[in-house]
């Protein structure tokens, strides 16, 4: 193996501003476009403005997306069984930082 | 090339049909995932069944990998004479590609013959998303920083073969990130093929506990522990914060447990204000007490009419909590 390593540089982006477009969404998460469709029908992901005839997203759906991308090839899911399982784990999330939470707050805690 | 023994992965006999390797890889990928498991190296398992099944699903494949012999799983081996010219149909070198590397390429080989080289050659491939843990100590998530990551990733060689090489990335991390978020690191991942798009650098971010702060999203909370009279009388003290320290005022009759919230001094956001930072107070009391110290206390016990527990009597009175006769 070539043990000489190429060295890149670049800027970390935070998820959790900014926007993406239909076309974004689709390429930077690999999910095909009737996935996508299903998944907004499904509630999972919302477009910022639904009714505009393109869609854009706030940037931190491109997360739920790629998780769902990978769920449907590794898992052989549908979309909506995907659409379920993200509602799991989007419970599961907000539960562990309800704990995290609490956890915070207990004097000692480590 | 090191050996990887792909039923043994899937815990499967080598004479399994594709159904019994389905099932086998189903169930052990519902236990492993890593989206969904909280199992131990969940990811590094998923990613070894994952190639296993890769492979075995695909009869083309499965045949190569079959040919290749068995032999014991990290053992160095090198495939029949003609095993290359067959399935890949090149004469690349074995010398350092990854088992993974050779069986992804099948397919890209297949193709290639089947459409012609000049076909496969016009068709934009993007390259692949890289992930990447990155642990950060509080004060540095708290005022941002650099970092360099050094990562061996799969490419393809000038042949059209994926090959593993080395990779060393410098990357700024903004300010204010939190434990569990994901960052973005654009056209970082793996390099497009024929005019595709660059891949990107995902990084999966987590804060390291630190002695002083707990963190819960952008708030910091920590303890105050106060000697009884400064909870009593009140005190100024200098409380460290990842920002530098700060004069915190603490009132007078400050009880235990009581939050004091210092606006704006938990982690910064991206956009909006930044998060706070609550000290809990704790009353703290000393263990060892010289004979003038205990003769205080003992003047205060006596000159103080404080009864911490004046409520028991009144609520048992009162019947609060009681169920009904």
């Known amino acids: 193996m070539n043990t000489n390593p190429m060295f890149v540089s670049g800027e970390a982006l935070s998820l959790e501003s900014g926007e993406l477009s239909y076309t974004q969404l689709i390429q930077l998460s690999g999910l095909s476009e009737s996935d996508l469709a299903a998944l907004v029908d499904d509630g999972v992901l919302q477009p910022l403005d639904p009714r505009a005839s393109t869609w854009t997203f706030a940037s931190h759906h491109l997360v739920v997306a790629r998780t769902a991308c990978r769920l449907r090839r590794d898992l052989e899911l549908d979309a909506h069984a995907v659409s379920l399982l993200l509602r799991f784990i989007e419970r599961v999330d907000a539960l562990e930082a309800e704990l995290r939470q609490l956890r915070a707050q207990m004097p000692g805690w480590r | ?325």
């Open chain 2, 1 to 325: 090339m090191k050996y990887k023994d792909y039923y043994k992965i899937l815990g499967v006999e080598r004479n399994a049909n594709d159904d019994d390797i389905k099932k086998a890889y189903r169930k052990l990928a519902r236990k492993y995932h890593p989206d969904v498991s909280k199992e131990k190296d969940a990811e590094e398992k998923f990613k070894e069944m994952s190639e296993a099944y890769e492979t075995l699903k695909d009869p083309e494949k499965r045949a190569a990998y079959d040919q290749l012999g068995s032999h014991a799983a990290g053992q160095d081996f090198r495939p029949p004479p003609d095993w290359f010219q067959q399935h890949a149909g090149n004469g690349s070198t074995f010398e350092d590609i990854d088992l993974a590397d050779l069986f992804a390429g099948l397919a890209g080989g297949r193709r290639a013959r089947a459409s012609g080289e000049r076909a496969r050659a016009s068709v934009p491939i993007p390259g692949q998303d890289y992930e990447a843990a990155v642990r950060l100590p509080l004060q540095q998530a708290f005022d941002g920083t650099e970092i360099e990551l050094d990562l061996t990733v799969p490419e393809y060689n000038d042949q059209g073969f994926l090959q593993r090489v080395p990779r060393r990335i410098k990357v700024r991390i903004p300010r204010g990130v939190t434990d569990g978020q994901k960052l973005r690191v654009p056209g970082k991942g793996g390099k497009g093929v024929n005019g595709g798009r660059d891949g990107d650098l995902y990084l999966d971010i987590s804060v390291l506990d630190h002695p002083l702060y707990r963190v819960s999203g952008s708030d910091i909370y920590m303890d105050l522990p106060l000697a009884p009279w400064e909870a009593v009388l009140g005190t100024s003290v200098d409380l460290p914060t990842p920002a530098g320290t700060v004069q915190l005022k603490v009132p007078a009759g400050t009880a235990a447990g009581k939050r004091l919230r210092l606006s704006g001094r938990g982690l910064p956001r991206p956009s909006g204000p930044a998060g706070d930072l609550y000290a809990i107070v704790q009353i703290a009391v000393p263990t060892v007490v010289n004979d003038r110290e205990r003769t205080r206390y003992r003047e205060l016990a006596e000159g103080s009419t404080f009864n911490p527990r004046a409520h028991f009597a009144a609520e048992i009175a009162s019947g609060a909590g009681r169920g009904a006769p």
